[in-house]
């Protein structure tokens, strides 16, 4: 089974802080992403990360960046932690479309940070 | 842009019946488009993947139909059991891009012994 695995459930911060979210899956999936998930606005992409040190912009990559060194870590960073960035992250992680089945991938997802910004 | 839409938000079932989960998508060039379970404070569980060539899978109790030319997707449960109550969600992947998911906001089920 594929497992995706988020550092913390959940995370108090203070407004100003740097935070970091980790994220790490042990089935060599060269994708790896990062959403965030608000109540109304459904999940929306942050980040996305296609092999190591590579990374792309998603939706709404203001406030973010991300880090990606190994392939088994993508890691969402917080520069200075704002009360509107209080939302629940999740990470998910795929093989690229051109491989298996048809070149389709599902991604799977870790079970989320839930992050509160003080 | 591409946008999802899953109607209804949220539906009360006794146990036992079959339903139907809608979504529909605004751009119909897509890649594949895939249906998720979420529990609450939960992530994502993955149930069916529908490749853009394909018209349905079967998965168990599940079965996810796709009409492209249409925009439309439906997931089919049958029998439904208290179990199967938690936030069913739709995404696609448009063709070209083959990474990045769109998402429906989601169908709330709730499955009454």
């Known amino acids: 089974d594929v497992k995706v695995t988020q550092s913390s459930r959940y995370l108090v911060k203070r407004t100003g802080e740097k935070v970091f979210l980790e994220c790490v899956q042990d089935?060599?999936?060269?994708?790896m992403f990062w959403y965030r998930q608000d109540p109304g606005l459904g999940l929306r992409l942050i980040y996305f990360s296609y092999d190591v040190k590579m990374k792309e912009k998603g939706d709404i990559p203001e406030g973010y960046s991300v880090s990606r060194e190994k392939k088994e870590r993508f890691s969402l960073i917080l520069e200075s932690a704002s009360t509107n960035q209080t939302s629940m992250y999740l990470c998910?992680?795929?093989?690229?479309?051109?491989?298996?089945?048809?070149?389709?991938?599902?991604?799977?997802f870790g079970d989320g940070t839930r992050l509160s910004i003080l | 842009k591409q946008e999802v839409t899953q109607i209804p938000a949220a539906l009360s079932v006794p146990e036992g019946e079959n339903l139907v989960l809608n979504c529909s998508f605004t751009d119909s060039a897509i890649y594949n488009l895939q249906w998720f379970r979420q529990d609450p404070g939960k992530g994502l569980t993955s149930l069916l993947l529908i490749q853009s060539s394909q018209r349905e899978q079967t998965s168990g109790r599940l079965n996810a139909s796709l009409d492209k030319s249409s925009g439309r997707s439906t997931l089919y449960i049958a029998a439904s059991q208290p179990g199967d109550s938690a936030t069913y969600l739709c995404a696609v992947i448009l063709g070209g891009s083959a990474r990045q998911l769109t998402f429906g906001s989601g169908t709330q089920l709730t499955v009454l012994p």
């Open positions: 089935m060599d999936h060269e994708n």
């Open positions: 998910a992680s795929s093989l690229p479309a051109t491989s298996g089945q048809g070149g389709n991938q599902p991604q799977y």
